[in-house]
Nanobody, 121 residues
Framework: QVRLVESGGGLVQPGGSLRLSCAAS????????MGWYRQAPGKQRELVAT???????NYADSVKGRFTISRDNAKNTVALQMNSLEPEDTAVYYCNVDRLTTDRGITYNMWGQGTQVTVSS
């Protein structure tokens, strides 16, 4: 069973930093584009950042210059370094992989369980 497991969420002060990690577990042969999305209370889920296997990165305008996404293809992990955090960044952050090739075949649009990030004084 393929799983995406996020970690690293928590409570931080405005201006602080947090690093989120997501690991794909199971017998995985390859991963496609990986990314982070977030959903704040009362708002729709939005893209935060994505990264392709070739390290092409895309960021939401609201996080450009503050967040950095990275991946390790050998370890099937993706991370999100969040700096200069603002209260508006408060949300549940979800890891996503658009395509995973595993011992059971190909799985599309996998989501993690989410990790809470709260930015508050």
């Amino acid at each position: 069973q393929v799983r995406l497991v996020e970690s690293g969420g928590g409570l931080v002060q405005p201006g602080g930093s947090l690093r989120l990690s997501c690991a794909a577990s199971g017998t995985i042969f390859s991963t496609g584009t990986m990314g982070w999305y977030r959903q704040a209370p009362g708002k729709q889920r939005e893209l935060v950042a994505t990264i392709t296997r070739g390290d092409y990165r895309n960021y939401a305008d609201s996080v450009k210059g503050r967040f950095t996404i990275s991946r390790d293809n050998a370890k099937n992990t993706v991370a999100l370094q969040m700096n200069s955090l603002e209260p508006e960044d408060t949300a549940v952050y979800y890891c996503n992989v658009d395509r995973l090739t595993t011992d059971r075949g190909i799985t599309y649009n996998m989501w993690g369980q989410g990790t809470q990030v709260t930015v508050s004084s």
